[in-house]
């Protein structure tokens, strides 16, 4: 039984093998327009904000 995935670029459906060459994207072009959306900072990790350092901490 083969795994079906959404791409996550344009929800097109995308088998997961080995001969999926893009997976999980369905094509070249959505694997780009992913990586332009990370390069271009449409998409954020959160993350938790950093405590600023005490004056008893030292910074080396």
């Known amino acids: 039984m083969v795994t079906i995935v ?7 459906p995308v088998e997961w093998t080995v001969e999926s060459r893009y997976r999980p994207f369905c094509s070249q072009r959505c ?9 271009s ?5 959160p993350s938790e904000e950093e405590e600023p350092l005490s ?6």
Request: hydrophobic share 40%.
């Open 6 to 12: 959404k791409c996550p670029t344009c929800g097109a």
């Open 31 to 39: 694997k780009v327009v992913d990586l332009g959306a990370w390069a």
């Open 41 to 45: 900072e449409e998409y954020v990790m």
């Open 55 to 60: 004056e008893d901490v030292q910074r080396i």
